[in-house]
């Protein structure tokens, strides 16, 4: 595990005000960094450490990539910085990485900025000789993320906006349940997103028994499992998402407990937001 300063090299502005996407120059953590692997960075000394799962890495160029959604003080202020500056610190690779083996068919499910994140694991799945096929989602075509990169690579990549603007009118859970009835060559499912979007992927998945993982984004403080923040429950025992996770079998998973956890602070961080804003 490495910290250290990083400098952004590239910054895109995915849906201007909501979504960016950086590529930060770390050539420790872009050698080691395999999918499902997150890390945890602040913008300064006294900053929130946000952690964020890694959507891509290139060891070669000695970078990784990181998407995220402005959604508080603390993105806010990460939303500032531009290319050149660099980040206060950059601690990962963290958790444990995805479980990739050849299976057959996976499908790999993603809503909102989980898409970014399940890239990096749907590149691992097809590197790995599956049959990749990746399910994304958004409220609109204009909110859609990563699907270029996602057909770059992808065996399929099948599209849902609930507004119909582009692909199936409706959620994601539509098509993979349509696509469930009818494939019975599908080994995994994984989804990554909103918390409601995977507890139903979740649903969705069980009656077919088909195995199902989801990647958890519960609160983090020191992500090494010393500070308990992201307990979460799984087939009724404690785990820490940060170092047994963040990736847990679907069908275990607590969610009503995870929303309640992820709700706990949300008063003081919208003071604090606000605050930032004035
Ligand atoms: Fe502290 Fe996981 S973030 S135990």
């Given at each position: 595990m490495q910290q250290t300063p990083c400098t952004i090299v590239k910054k895109e502005r995915l849906i201007p005000g909501q979504t960016s996407k950086l590529v930060i120059s770390c050539p420790h953590i872009a050698k080691k960094a395999q999918p499902g692997n997150f890390v945890i960075l602040r913008v300064s000394a006294q900053g929130e450490r946000i952690p964020l799962t890694i959507a891509d890495a290139d060891p070669e160029a000695g970078t990784i990539t990181m998407v995220y959604l402005v959604m508080g003080k603390s993105t806010a202020h990460l939303e500032t910085l531009e290319e050149g500056d660099a980040l206060h610190d950059l601690c990962g690779p963290l958790g444990q990485a995805t479980h990739i083996e050849q299976v057959g068919t996976v499908i790999c499910v993603g809503g909102g900025t989980g898409i970014a994140a399940m890239h990096h694991i749907a590149k691992g799945h097809q590197r790995a000789g599956n049959h990749t096929v990746a399910i994304i989602g958004a409220r609109s075509k204009n909110l859609l993320l990563f699907e270029h990169e996602l057909k770059s690579f992808c065996d399929e990549v099948l599209i849902a906006t609930d507004d119909g603007?582009?692909?199936?009118?409706?959620?994601?859970t539509q098509v993979l349940e349509e696509r469930l009835k009818t494939d019975k060559t599908v080994k995994e499912v994984v989804a990554i997103g909103p918390v409601p979007m995977m507890e139903a992927v979740s649903k969705t998945t069980k009656p077919f028994g088909v195995k199902t993982t989801v990647s958890l984004n519960s609160i983090m403080v020191d992500g090494i499992g010393m500070c308990g923040a992201c307990r979460v429950s799984v087939g009724g025992q404690v785990k820490f998402a940060c170092v047994d996770g963040p990736e847990f079998d679907g069908h275990q998973v607590d969610f009503g407990e995870l929303r309640q956890r992820l709700a706990a602070f949300k008063p003081q961080e919208a003071l604090s937001f606000e605050a930032f804003k004035e």
């Amino acid at each position: 595990m490495q910290q250290t300063p990083c400098t952004i090299v590239k910054k895109e502005r995915l849906i201007p005000g909501q979504t960016s996407k950086l590529v930060i120059s770390c050539p420790h953590i872009a050698k080691k960094a395999q999918p499902g692997n997150f890390v945890i960075l602040r913008v300064s000394a006294q900053g929130e450490r946000i952690p964020l799962t890694i959507a891509d890495a290139d060891p070669e160029a000695g970078t990784i990539t990181m998407v995220y959604l402005v959604m508080g003080k603390s993105t806010a202020h990460l939303e500032t910085l531009e290319e050149g500056d660099a980040l206060h610190d950059l601690c990962g690779p963290l958790g444990q990485a995805t479980h990739i083996e050849q299976v057959g068919t996976v499908i790999c499910v993603g809503g909102g900025t989980g898409i970014a994140a399940m890239h990096h694991i749907a590149k691992g799945h097809q590197r790995a000789g599956n049959h990749t096929v990746a399910i994304i989602g958004a409220r609109s075509k204009n909110l859609l993320l990563f699907e270029h990169e996602l057909k770059s690579f992808c065996d399929e990549v099948l599209i849902a906006t609930d507004d119909g603007s582009y692909g199936h009118k409706g959620f994601v859970t539509q098509v993979l349940e349509e696509r469930l009835k009818t494939d019975k060559t599908v080994k995994e499912v994984v989804a990554i997103g909103p918390v409601p979007m995977m507890e139903a992927v979740s649903k969705t998945t069980k009656p077919f028994g088909v195995k199902t993982t989801v990647s958890l984004n519960s609160i983090m403080v020191d992500g090494i499992g010393m500070c308990g923040a992201c307990r979460v429950s799984v087939g009724g025992q404690v785990k820490f998402a940060c170092v047994d996770g963040p990736e847990f079998d679907g069908h275990q998973v607590d969610f009503g407990e995870l929303r309640q956890r992820l709700a706990a602070f949300k008063p003081q961080e919208a003071l604090s937001f606000e605050a930032f804003k004035e």
